[in-house]
């Protein structure tokens, strides 16, 4: 149970952290300033300041952190029924960059 309460803050966070990394921002660091604000304090991506957000008109896209913790909890009730984790491997990439570029 607690593996899956750490699981659903974490995702809570995914969706601020990636709406600053698409603006050129560091989303963890945008994640920290916000996470111990007022309930609508938040980083405004289109003017790149902290602030009240519903107080200037910026609304947050519920569905988007819906999906987000529904995806979590599905997660986090697969890990914990079957108590394993399959991911992907990374492969690396070489030094020369992508095919065809030589």
Do not use: H
């Not at 963890?28 to 289109?46: H, M, T």
């Not at 984790?85 to 020369?96: C, M, N």
């Amino acid at each position: 149970e607690k593996t899956a309460v750490e699981i659903l803050f974490r995702a809570i966070g995914y969706p601020i952290q990636q709406i600053a990394e698409n603006a050129g921002v560091d989303g963890s660091i945008v994640l920290e300033k916000v996470k111990n604000q007022e309930w609508g304090f938040g980083w405004n991506a289109a003017t790149g300041t902290y602030e009240d957000l519903f107080a200037s008109g910026v609304i947050d896209p519920a569905t988007v952190t819906q999906q987000a913790v529904l995806n979590s909890c599905s997660i986090a009730a697969s890990v914990l029924t079957t108590a394993c984790l399959i991911t992907e491997v990374r492969e690396e990439q070489s030094a020369a960059g992508p095919p065809g570029m030589d």
